[in-house]
């Protein structure tokens, strides 16, 4: 799998006209990614450190999950 770039991909979301997430949105948000994180865990199917970094820094950024 293909390393993710994050700074640019942190560049391009800054880029991006959309609505982003309230501080409190984001709390929630970061709430159903530790669950959905869980039951990918119990699956086996644990996200890499790139994906985990990517998903964070996207909920640094207020990028809605939807």
């Known amino acids: 799998m293909a390393q993710i770039d994050l700074e640019t991909l942190r560049e391009r979301i800054r880029q991006m006209d959309f609505q982003r997430g309230t501080p409190e949105q984001i709390a929630l948000w970061r709430e159903d990614v ?8 119990m699956e086996d ?3 890499t450190i790139d994906e985990d970094a ?3 820094m996207m909920l640094d950024e207020g990028v809605p999950p939807a």
């Open 34 to 41: 530790a669950e959905a994180r869980a039951n990918l865990a």
């Open 54 to 56: 990517m998903f964070a």
């Open 45 to 47: 199917m644990t996200p």
